[in-house]
């Protein structure tokens, strides 16, 4: 099978932040030391803003968050070939991602990873932008890299006031 071939799975990701700047990162329960920001995909007929919301009550399990910013475009990602036929039943050649800027609104207790029944993360913490992408798996780094390049800007000015 040449990945190339196959599209992108559309989706959406977030970048959730508390009132210090930090980031929400959660490790996943099925690779244990790979952490990420939460991002799933897009449903049939879901706008991604929708689809955001929904991510952030699966995920982190809370909705008290508001919407600052959002990507102008879409970041792609391609999985390892090693991971193509095994993911997403092999539909997918990686990730078309639009991603939200989140600001937090609650308390570290209103995140509840178990919210769903079936959590994507075993644990989770607050990290400097600066360290996202050494924490993720090699092939998203790219796309970290560009979003918080794009995302920072909302997150300096909703922290600041």
């Known amino acids: 099978m040449d990945p190339s071939t196959l599209p992108y799975r559309p989706c959406v990701g977030l970048l959730l932040f508390n009132p210090a700047g930090l980031v929400f990162v959660g490790e996943r329960a099925d690779m244990r030391g790979a952490w990420q920001m939460p991002q799933g995909g897009i449903d049939r007929g879901e706008a991604p803003a929708e689809a955001a919301w929904?991510?952030?009550?699966?995920?982190?399990?809370?909705d008290r968050a508001a919407i600052v910013a959002e990507t102008a475009g879409w970041h792609a990602y391609d999985l390892p070939v090693h991971m193509v036929g095994r993911?997403?039943?092999g539909r997918y050649r990686g990730q078309r991602q639009k991603w939200f800027a989140l600001r937090f609104l609650g308390e570290d207790r209103d995140i509840d990873l178990d919210a769903t029944g079936h959590p994507e993360f075993i644990a989770w913490r607050w990290v400097a932008p600066i360290d996202l992408p050494r924490l993720t798996v090699?092939?998203?780094r790219t796309v970290y890299d560009a979003v918080l390049?794009?995302?920072a800007p909302a997150i300096e000015a909703a922290t600041r006031g």
């Open 54 to 62: 929904r991510e952030l009550r699966e995920e982190v399990g809370t």
């Open 149 to 151: 390049a794009e995302l």
């Open 138 to 140: 090699p092939f998203k």
């Open 87 to 89: 993911v997403w039943r």
